[in-house]
């Protein structure tokens, strides 16, 4: 499977104590910004601690161009990503990470990638419904970028029709687009819903409940979507549970 870019697709303070049960980063968080958009609308994210989790991935450094989108995910040892398996092909200690980018600045730093966990199933056969992953990234000034940022709460098995606000960075824009609406399932393992604009570079983008619980990430069938009204993630159940309790729990 191509990055999205390539076809219209979308790729274009505390330190937890080890072996925290999973349970611990499933808690509670605070709304994301979105709750109050009418559903379908597509704008460009305001600043705020849950958009400025969301950044934009790029290859080398802000010169390479953006091309995925990824954000902050709870974890033990406080370095965590999340984003689209099919963002992570290309060599993980080239791609930074750069939260909050708007306008060419990166307010909080750029973050390296050391580390990436992806499905066996998307790294045998490219499996859409593997199409999730998460990343460690190299602590920045001596500091992890949870501990920065905040983080948001991985929550698999939701409801078909939640509603969510996905946040994202198309490749020619240089700030997130936020847009709000149900879902619904495309399959009994992809996640479906409407949002106008979610162009190249937007494939990795969070799915956020009201209440800040990440649900899903933009990518999965046909790349995420072959047009930019429509967009796809994989339903996270007991498979990505397992591949983020092996990324966020020390000891895996």
Known sequence: ???????????????????????????????????????????????????DRVGAL?????????????????SDDR???????????????RTVFVPGYRDGDAPYGV?????????????????????VAFATVAPLDGEEIEDVLGGFTVAPDQPDDVDVTVVGYPSTAEAPLLCRNETSLFSATQR????????????????LTTTGRLVGVLGGYEGGGTVPEVSYSAVLGERARELYREAAVSGG
């Open 111 to 131: 973050w390296r990638l050391t580390g990436t966990y992806v499905d066996p199933g998307w790294t045998a056969d490219e499996d859409p419904d593997a199409d």
């Open 79 to 93: 370095n965590l990503i999340a984003t689209a398996a099919h963002c992570l092909t290309q060599d993980a200690g």
């Open 58 to 74: 790029f290859a080398g450094g802000l010169d390479g161009g953006h091309y995925c989108t990824a954000s902050v995910v709870r």
């Open 192 to 207: 479906r819903i409407e949002c106008p604009d979610y162009s190249g570079g937007t494939s990795g983008s969070p799915w």
């Open 1 to 51: 499977m191509l990055p999205r870019q390539a076809r219209h697709v979308r790729t274009g303070a505390r330190v937890l104590i080890a072996m925290t049960p999973l349970v611990a980063l499933l808690g509670t968080v605070t709304p994301a910004n979105g709750a109050h958009l009418p559903p379908g609308e597509t704008v460009t994210a305001r600043e705020s601690d849950e958009s």
